[in-house]
């Protein structure tokens, strides 16, 4: 029984998904359009099959382990200094909830379903 309990455990935290919001904003780059870096960071959640992601007009939501939404982010915050920006600002907020499955599209709903 032990060890059905241990399998238990590790398929649920293979299965544990967080979502995520990011931002990530170079400074000091002499033009104001962000396009170019944000295109960049996109690439970033593109290559990684785990990650479901949706662009918004204020940032990206991640979906995905908490483990590889974390790795994603600090490869994209990596992207405007590749890019030759010198100073880069990332604000990531993390919705980690244990007591139940959540996805981007479960939290969108939830509010739907109250209006």
Do not use: W
Request: hydrophobic share 40%; glycine share 6%; net charge neutral.
């Amino acid at each position: 029984m032990g060890q059905i309990l241990h399998a238990e455990i590790i398929k649920v935290m293979a299965e544990h998904q967080v979502v995520a919001e990011v931002s990530v904003v170079p400074l000091g780059t002499g033009n104001t359009s962000l396009s170019e870096y944000v295109s960049g960071c996109l690439q970033i959640l593109k290559k990684s099959p785990s990650i479901k992601y949706e662009l918004t007009a204020m940032g990206t939501i991640i979906e995905g382990p908490l483990d590889l939404v974390l790795d994603a982010v600090k490869e994209m915050h990596q992207v405007p200094f590749d890019k030759g920006a010198q100073r880069v600002v990332t604000t990531l907020k993390i919705d980690d909830r244990r007591d139940k499955a959540i996805s981007i599209s479960s939290k969108v709903k939830s509010v739907i379903e109250k209006m």
